[in-house]
């Protein structure tokens, strides 16, 4: 609740840092105890997710090895402590854990 109302708050900064070309990255790990990071994005109409789940240990895959964001990641890998999947249906998809779930999502914003 805290992320999401922190995200009200900086929702206009938000929008108009990426709409001037601005980068944000968020992370979340499956250890965090206030809902996940991305609330702090959904404000801003910037990344909508219901929720994480834990996927610690297993492997992903590189879906979208032409995405700029793939640059050097191998085309699978093992994901360490706290990787989580996000349960979204954000369009690009780039690496996904084994039922095909989004681990990295990468969106652009055209000004």
Known sequence: VAL???GTEWSAALSTFVGRGGVVVVLDTASASNGGTHQVLEPAGLFTA???TDVSRTTM???APGD???AGVPLSYRGERTTVRFTTTAATV???DPTGAAVVVH???TP
Request: no cysteine.
């Open 4 to 6: 999401s109302a922190l």
């Open 107 to 109: 969106r652009t914003i």
């Open 94 to 96: 780039v690496i996904a």
């Open 61 to 63: 895959s590189v879906v």
């Open 50 to 52: 219901t929720g994480v």
């Open 68 to 70: 700029s964001i793939a």
